[in-house]
């Protein structure tokens, strides 16, 4: 099952970073740019024009309110620096080994993969700030176009780990037959955007649902220079 749920986070990649797009030249000898999704334009834009709309941003999601808080894991022993200056991650090399990030997904910055089950997790930074809570509809809104099955929205709430305040999301999703909840943080600032992502299978999250969370409670968000 490993390799599968490997495979399958690309489905994951948000749309407005999945698009790639190839130069051409028309009859007439302009150069244009066509996009995978079937859109054009003369000029190269990093984000593909938007062909759907976005109404999904604007659902409302009940969310908990800021309640309690979070630190890493004490017997971590090893520290990366996102290339933001974003955040900092602790995490644990006993449990955790860190794996080629492309293997989950071509837009992480890092990743990680348990020692001792199948669960995964990677970080997802970018330049852009995009607010907590629609990095996560656009989270779901993602995977639900490309699995084609809903994802349900399991618990969303503001929660602070290691001392900032960070947007929570669990969404369950049956990808391919196999049941997976993602358990992930969100954070914006005008730095950019985070995206802590980690996902294992529904039975193993419903037996410890604390067995994601020890390993993005690593998120550390750094202090504004």
């Not at 690309?10 to 244009?32: C, M, N, R």
């Not at 954070?187 to 039975?203: E, F, L, M, P």
């Amino acid at each position: 099952m490993s390799y599968k749920i490997i495979f399958l986070l690309v489905l994951f990649t948000p749309f407005h970073k999945a698009y790639s797009q190839v130069k051409a030249v028309t009859e007439k000898g302009d150069t244009i740019f066509v996009y995978d999704n079937g859109t054009w334009s003369f000029d190269e834009e990093e984000i593909a024009p938007t062909i759907e709309g976005l109404d999904y941003l604007d659902a409302e999601i009940k969310i908990d309110t800021l309640e309690g808080s979070r630190i890493f894991d004490p017997e971590c022993d090893k520290e990366i620096e996102s290339e933001l200056g974003i955040l900092k991650f602790k995490y644990n090399s006993k449990k955790y080994k860190r794996v080629p990030p492309a293997t989950l997904n071509p837009e992480a910055e890092f990743a990680f993969q348990s020692k001792g089950n199948d669960s995964w997790c990677l970080i997802i930074t970018e330049p852009t700030e995009i607010p907590a809570d629609k990095l996560f509809k656009i989270a779901k809104h993602t995977m639900e176009m490309r699995t084609g099955s809903e994802a349900e929205i399991v618990l969303a709430e503001l929660i602070k780990v290691n001392g900032v305040d960070v947007f929570r999301g669990v969404l369950s999703c049956s990808i391919s037959g196999i049941d997976l909840v993602f358990d992930s943080y969100y954070y914006a600032d005008d730095r950019g955007s985070v995206q802590a992502i980690s996902y294992c299978s529904k039975n193993a999250w419903q037996a410890d649902n604390k067995l994601l969370l020890n390993l993005i409670n690593g998120l550390q968000i750094q202090k504004e220079k």
